[in-house]
């Protein structure tokens, strides 16, 4: 198995790979110019409409759909942190685990697996989450779930090392609130 090299650093980008210092950042590091954009936009979500209990949970879904442990060793200590009990939080990442007692978290769930399946949601599943769920919200929830099926195909594609655990969610939210909208 050829395994994929992090780029060497010079200092403009070891200053962008300490912004963020995990080895997807790293890994990123060989785009010219695209880290950065994309750390502030995958960050962004962190203030989006949609809880961070529902963030995260679509998040760990992805995760767990795409088989992309990365995403999950990043996001599971997330998910429990922003309200998911480790109950749920096991049911949710196993993907054959698809009902729920909570009627609006098995759309949620059938939306993302449905999205991350076929490259974009059925309308079944569009029209059921929209039940529980404004446009607006329905609309972050889309992006967010294809923004980490990006994500997951950079990681599994590039055999992106899990780091060691997973990153400063307090560090990031500070960057977040520094850099502004």
């Known amino acids: ?26 890994m ?14 995958a ?14 949970r ?11 442990e990365y995403q999950l060793v990043q996001h599971k200590s997330e998910a429990l942190r922003t309200g998911t009990s480790p109950e749920l939080l096991a049911d949710l990442i ?4 698809r009902q729920f007692d909570d009627p609006a978290l ?4 059938a939306y993302v697996d449905s999205l991350v399946r076929n490259i974009g949601a059925t309308h079944d599943a569009l029209d059921t989450l929209r039940k529980f769920f404004p446009d607006n919200e329905v609309a972050e929830i889309t992006l ?8 997951a195909a950079f990681l599994t594609s590039l055999q992106v090392p899990l780091d ?4 400063d969610w307090a560090a990031a939210d500070a960057y977040i609130k520094e850099e502004g909208p």
């Open 1 to 26: 198995m050829t395994v994929f090299p992090y780029p060497e650093l010079d200092a403009a980008k070891e200053a962008v790979y300490e912004l963020f210092p995990i080895n997807l950042t790293r």
């Open 28 to 41: 990123m590091l060989h785009t010219q110019g695209q880290t950065l954009p994309y750390w502030k936009y």
């Open 43 to 56: 960050l962004s979500f962190r203030n989006a409409k949609i809880p961070p209990v529902v963030r995260e």
């Open 58 to 68: 679509v998040i760990v879904r992805v995760g767990a759909v795409t088989d992309c």
């Open 94 to 97: 196993n993907p054959a685990h």
């Open 106 to 109: 098995t759309a949620l769930i």
């Open 144 to 151: 967010l779930a294809a923004t980490y099926v990006l994500c």
């Open 164 to 167: 060691d655990g997973p990153v």
